[in-house]
Structure formats: structure tokens, C-alpha cells
T-cell receptor, first 114, second 113 residues
């Protein structure tokens, strides 16, 4: 099966801890994205990557970090600097970063800070 | 600046009736427009997109959307709603020069049996 996987599905973190959310795709897509979803606010872009070893900040990058060492992987680290990290996190990919190609989404990770 | 507006947080419709979920957009160039559906605690699923050509676009699960350039709208429609259509619907836009997708805040659709 082709698609995007995210793990874990649920994640609990104590204040002051860093946590890393996994995102893997076997669609051979060049572009990958991380979004944060909060009730009533839609999806907000955290980071995106157009190609391996390159990524750009989105609208709400503060307190987050990413890496793109492999085409199929785009992990997101939520650092202790993120003041309100409790949210639903969605990873997505598309064939390319420009143009009319739609995004494919993973199932999401729900992060809760205790 | 690119943006998307979904003016209705909630839409209720009776099963078997037609449904419409509204979306308006603002982009600096020619728009690429998308509709996605999200079921609880799941990722978004692609429904349909407008690139160019016919203003009426047909997509998955019997959904269609009408592009109206003069009104800068891209409303999602279905002739006969099913209870299983109850979900959260997102409109998104991308212009033909940009890297990012811009999403609306979502519309919760409830189909009443």
C-alpha cells in the first residue's frame, strides 16, 4: 500500500520535554508538509520541505524543528519552547511543491501536554 | 495575500436533500482550488480540485464544485446528501506561483436522517 504514515497516534508529553513526531511516505513525493490543527482554526502550516536537505518555515514555526535527511521521511520535533503544543498534528506530501497537485495526508498525531 | 474563507462553521441538511458548503478565496494569480474531507481523528482526504477549464468539477463520492471567477467562489455541492457525508470539510487554495496551500477554517456538515 502506498501512503503516508504518522506515529504515534497519541502522544503525551510533560512540560519541558522535547518530543518527535514521525512522518513517512512511500509515494515518492518530493514535497512534504507539517500542519497543526486546532478547533475552529483550520490547518496552519508549521514547516514544509520541497526537496531533501532543504526546508522552509511556515506561518507558525516557532518552537518547532524539522529535518529532511531522506526523501521519504520528515520528522517534526516539538520543543519545550513551544508554549501551547497540545494539538492535532498532520503531515502531508505532494508530488511537487509547485503547481496543481493535491496533498496526501497522514492519519495524524494527537499531542497532549500534561 | 492568499486566503480562503468558509463563512459557515456548521451546515445541517436532511438526508436526501441537496447540500452546499461555501468557499470564497483570494489569490494574486490564477487559483488552484481544492476540497478535502476529514472524519473525526483522521487525516484529510482529497475530494476534488479545480485547475482550469470547465467551471463544474466532479469528484469523489458524488461531490462536485462550481468555480465562479467573478464571485471568487468555489462552493462544494452534492445533489442528495447521505448520513455518511457528515464530516468536516475544508477548502484550500494555491496560486500558480506559490509553494503553500492555504486552508479555510472548515465547515462541519451534519446530515440528519
Amino acid at each position: 500500500d502506498g501512503g503516508i504514515t504518522q506515529s504515534p497516534k497519541y502522544l503525551f508529553r510533560k512540560e519541558g520535554q522535547n518530543v518527535t513526531l514521525s512522518c513517512e511516505q512511500n509515494l515518492n513525493h518530493d514535497a512534504m508538509y507539517w500542519y497543526r490543527q486546532d478547533p475552529g482554526q483550520g490547518l496552519r502550516l508549521i514547516y514544509y520541505s520541497q526537496i531533501v536537505n532543504d526546508f522552509q518555515k511556515g506561518d507558525i514555526a516557532e518552537g518547532y524543528s524539522v529535518s529532511r535527511e531522506k526523501k521519504e521521511s520528515f520528522p517534526l520535533t516539538v520543543t519545550s519552547a513551544q508554549k501551547n503544543p497540545t494539538a492535532f498534528y498532520l503531515c502531508a506530501s505532494s508530488i511537487e511543491s509547485l503547481g496543481y497537485n493535491e496533498q496526501f495526508f497522514g492519519p495524524g498525531t494527537r499531542l497532549t501536554v500534561l | 495575500a492568499q486566503s480562503v474563507a468558509q463563512p459557515e462553521d456548521q451546515v445541517n441538511v436532511a438526508e436526501g436533500n441537496p447540500l452546499t458548503v461555501k468557499c470564497t478565496y483570494s489569490v494574486s494569480g490564477n487559483p488552484y482550488l481544492f476540497w478535502y474531507v476529514q472524519y473525526p481523528n483522521r487525516g484529510l482526504q482529497f475530494l476534488l480540485k479545480y485547475i482550469t477549464g470547465d467551471n463544474l468539477v466532479k469528484g469523489s463520492y458524488g461531490f462536485e464544485a462550481e468555480f465562479n471567477k467573478s464571485q471568487t467562489s468555489f462552493h462544494l455541492k452534492k445533489p442528495s446528501a447521505l448520513v455518511s457525508d457528515s464530516a468536516l470539510y475544508f477548502c484550500a487554495v494555491r496560486d500558480n506561483t506559490g509553494n503553500q496551500f492555504y486552508f479555510g477554517t472548515g465547515t462541519s456538515l451534519t446530515v440528519i436522517p
